[in-house]
């Protein structure tokens, strides 16, 4: 059968159900909501269904209760009653619901929910009630939030949202973060290792990362252009890989905008050194091997230290991981010390190295950005690597 979905006015037709127990009860429901020319025709009805502002007509059917109708449902638990109803509709031109037969239907009922700006219907194609409900009740909750987003949004012009991307997967950005980008104006967003994600943001969207290209923004005019945003009260989302708060400059581009009267919000994301612990399956703690662990930076030669930490996780610096090796080393750190790399995190591609600092040191591993490196004996307590990492990519 091919059903087309179309909205139909039915304010003032005449609906008509036949039949007056659970399923007629339900039908009462959901019209209800759309027009009371309702009339229910049975010998015997529900004593809830006195309590709506319908006809209710306690009889037997016959073809003639149906003449004048717009839309008929035929509700009896009698097969014989049920066909005489569908035959005389037929005849008659008029659409009709069989709810024992879906098949010999003219049209069928969705599942509905509505907000003060939008109504969606649900039908599912191989009429599976229960997921046509899951399905419903999940889009009821999406529009929830798209409402309070709405209210909320007169409030939110002129303001600066600083939102964690997460790791990279897509799958891995919180609910917030999600409807943040659905409600922007503009979204500055820096080198996410799955931009394609954004397309489905009707904002207009800018970069401001550092890899693509030599015209990248520093800092300072990446801070202006927010500003300048939000001044002209848009509603400004800066989309940040992993937290803003971790290695982000989350925290001065806040304090630039706060500097100038702009409110700005911090909306965390899950950091790139959780996401590579839990897709590689390698603890950060564990009981009586680890009870404490550090991140820090392995950027530029510097500004990086060794961590004071059972288990200890640097970000960046790639190039510099051997440096940091060799710093264990000298330090006093047993050449099996354990270390993973982990590459692209929470990716289809994840790569994960797993050795100690004399094998790193023997310099005989392809290092590609981006890493997070976990130096510490939880490394040998890797377990299970998650499975499913990659649900929306369809690629493996
Ligand atoms: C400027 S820092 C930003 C960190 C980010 N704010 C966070 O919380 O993850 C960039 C570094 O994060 C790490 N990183 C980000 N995403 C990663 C991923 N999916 N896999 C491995 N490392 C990642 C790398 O160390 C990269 O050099």
Redesign the pocket.
């Known amino acids: 059968m091919s059903y087309l979905p179309i909205s139909l006015n039915i304010e003032g037709k005449k609906i008509v159900i036949i039949g007056g127990g659970r399923v007629a009860l339900q039908k009462v429901k959901n019209l209800i909501q759309f027009t009371n020319n309702i009339t229910v025709i049975s010998p015997d009805v529900k004593e809830e269904l006195n309590s709506y502002s319908i006809n209710v007509i306690i009889k037997e059917y016959n073809s003639d209760d149906i003449k004048d109708a717009f839309m008929v449902y035929a509700c009896t638990d009698d097969t014989s009653v049920n066909n005489k109803i569908s035959a005389d509709a037929d005849k008659l031109n008029i659409l009709c619901n069989r709810t024992d037969e879906p098949d010999k239907s003219d049209f069928i009922s969705s599942a509905i929910t509505q907000d003060s700006k939008f109504r969606v219907s649900v039908n599912s194609t191989d009429r599976d009630k229960k997921s046509t409900i899951k399905l419903r009740n999940r889009i009821k909750g999406l529009l929830k939030r798209l409402e309070i987003y709405r209210e909320k949004r007169a409030n939110n012009r002129g303001k600066v949202f600083l939102v ?1 991307f997460g ?3 897509p799958d891995l950005m919180t609910i917030r973060a999600n409807d943040l980008c659905h409600e922007a104006d503009i979204i500055f967003y ?2 996410l ?1 799955d931009c394609t994600s954004l397309d489905k943001y009707g904002a207009e969207k800018v970069y401001v990362g550092k890899r693509r290209g030599n015209h990248h923004k520093n800092q300072d005019e990446i801070n202006e252009v927010l500003y300048q945003a939000a001044k002209q009260g848009k509603m400004v989302v800066r989309l ?11 925290s001065e581009e806040k304090m630039y905008l706060e500097e100038r009267g702009i409110s700005a919000e911090i909306i965390p ?5 959780i ?2 612990a839990a897709y590689s399956g390698i603890p950060l703690t564990h009981r009586g091997v680890s009870s404490s662990v550090a991140f820090g ?3 530029g030669k510097s500004s990086y230290k060794l961590l004071e930490s059972d288990t200890s996780v ?5 190039k510099n991981i051997l440096d940091v090796a060799k710093k264990y080393l000298d330090s006093g750190y047993p050449e099996d010390y354990p270390v993973a790399i ?6 289809p591609d ?1 790569e994960v190295l797993k050795t100690n600092i004399s094998e790193l040191l023997q310099n005989k591993f392809e290092i590609k ?5 976990i130096f510490g004996n939880t490394v040998n307590y890797q377990n299970i690597v998650t499975e499913n990492r990659c649900k929306s990519c369809n690629k493996c």
Request: proline share 7%.
């Open positions: 964690g790791p990279g997967n820096d080198d290792l940040k890989g992993g937290d803003p708060l971790i290695f982000g400059r989350g994301g899950i950091t790139s050194a996401a590579a930076t392995a950027h640097y970000y960046m610096g790639a982990v590459h692209n995190a929470s990716m994840q950005s981006p890493i997070i490196s």
